[in-house]
């Protein structure tokens, strides 16, 4: 089972998955009793360099790293692994019972959150969104998940580091590692931010004219990470994403008219899209999108809404490219029109001001039941 990203999958493997070996496989859960090998390659930066141990400590009797020792980035059974007690030696070809460490077993309750959360911020759940190089984000996450289970790191409240033991041993003056440390400030960044109350103010507002104007925008003070959204009333691993809130409140409606329960399900809009590089593995997941998903682990399934334009289409194709590792993507664009709201004027059979927006489509083309 893959655990890519959020909390909930972490941190079920989490409790699932340590072993013996006090190894944490990031990627599978295993069953008690099952046999992983462990193996290790040599980690790089950007730069294509390979990283280095800025210094050593002795942590629980153990020695761990050694100025200007290798750092190698470990494996179970082939899938990204984390190391959950620094210094223990381990090499390549070692075996290990999975769901059977008495390390993990010791941590605290709250220990293991703090864990579950660093991969949820870090490299499991949110590497697409980390600066630097896959190695770099490993080896921030791992640095977390090393200070978390020391104690280096507090394990409640708002996660503060009480000591820099662990976090000395791979950032400082003797070797840098500066894209891994970027990385392990943008995860810790998040972790701050984890635990904080909202405030009950508004956060978002979308403004759009109703008198024939093509006048639309955000009002003053709009945060896009919280764009308009409808939440199902009971957890769902599905989220449908559309462009603008007049979309995502036109499907709401077409839904309604089905018969159908739009509460059912997560409706989440962009306010507006983007246009994505030439390279679409270099464009950025929208800020709406990746903090949603990254608020909300259960999601599985990302269903794809977006416009019939250039703009929607080159979008959808940016979001399958960035998206596809870690979801389940679905592309289910208006059958009719250029937006869901041309699709809404014209499956109620109302005029459009503007006949031209909608694209046309012969009914025998337009599967309702898969929009």
């Known amino acids: 089972m893959k655990i890519p990203k959020l909390f909930k999958k972490a941190a079920a493997l989490v409790m699932a998955a340590v072993t013996v070996l006090s190894v944490l496989p990031a990627t599978t859960a295993f069953a008690a009793g099952d046999i992983g090998t462990i193996s290790f390659t040599h980690t790089y930066d950007s730069n294509g360099n390979a990283m280095r141990y800025n210094f050593s400590a002795n942590i629980g009797g153990y020695t761990a790293g050694g100025t200007g020792n290798y750092k190698y980035r470990m494996y179970v059974d082939g899938e990204t692994a984390f190391c959950i007690q620094p210094g223990v030696p381990l090499k390549t070809g070692n075996t290990l019972a999975k769901a059977s460490s008495e390390t993990w077993n010791a941590l605290s309750a709250n220990q293991k959150k703090a864990v579950g959360l660093a991969l949820l911020y870090g490299y499991q759940g949110n590497r697409s969104n980390l600066t630097g190089s896959d190695d770099e984000k490993w080896l921030a996450t791992q640095t977390l998940v090393w200070e978390f289970v020391t104690g280096c790191r507090e394990a409640t409240g708002s996660y503060k580091q009480t000591s820099t033991t662990v976090y000395s041993l791979h950032f400082g003056s003797n070797y840098a590692n500066s894209g891994a440390r970027a990385a392990y400030d943008q995860i810790v960044s998040l972790l701050g931010e984890h635990n904080t109350i909202p405030s009950g103010t508004p956060k978002y507002a979308a403004l759009r004219s109703t008198v024939?104007?093509?006048?639309?925008?955000?009002?003053?003070?709009?945060?896009?990470?919280?764009?308009?959204r409808l939440l199902a009333r009971e957890p769902t691993d599905k989220v449908h994403l559309f462009e603008a809130a007049i979309d995502l409140l036109s499907y709401a409606t077409y839904l309604k008219c089905e018969g159908k329960d739009y509460r059912a399900v997560n409706l989440l809009s962009l306010s507006g899209v983007y246009q994505p590089k030439k390279e679409l593995s270099e464009s950025k997941i929208p800020i709406a999108l990746s903090t949603y998903l990254r608020e909300?682990?259960?999601?599985?399934?990302?269903?794809?809404?977006?416009?019939?334009?250039?703009?929607?289409?080159?979008?959808?194709?940016?979001?399958?490219?960035?998206?596809?590792?870690?979801?389940?993507?679905?592309?289910?664009?208006?059958?009719?029109?250029?937006?869901?709201?041309?699709?809404?004027?014209?499956?109620?059979?109302?005029?459009?001001?503007?006949?031209?927006?909608?694209?046309?489509?012969?009914?025998?083309?337009?599967?309702?039941?898969?929009f």
């Open 296 to 370: 909300n682990p259960q999601i599985k399934t990302v269903i794809l809404h977006l416009d019939n334009d250039k703009t929607g289409r080159l979008c959808t194709a940016a979001l399958k490219e960035l998206l596809q590792k870690d979801y389940k993507i679905v592309d289910a664009p208006p059958p009719v029109g250029k937006d869901v709201n041309d699709f809404l004027m014209s499956y109620l059979g109302l005029a459009r001001q503007n006949p031209a927006r909608e694209r046309p489509a012969n009914k025998s083309q337009v599967e309702i039941s898969d």
């Open 212 to 228: 024939g104007s093509s006048f639309k925008g955000d009002a003053s003070g709009s945060d896009k990470r919280y764009s308009f």
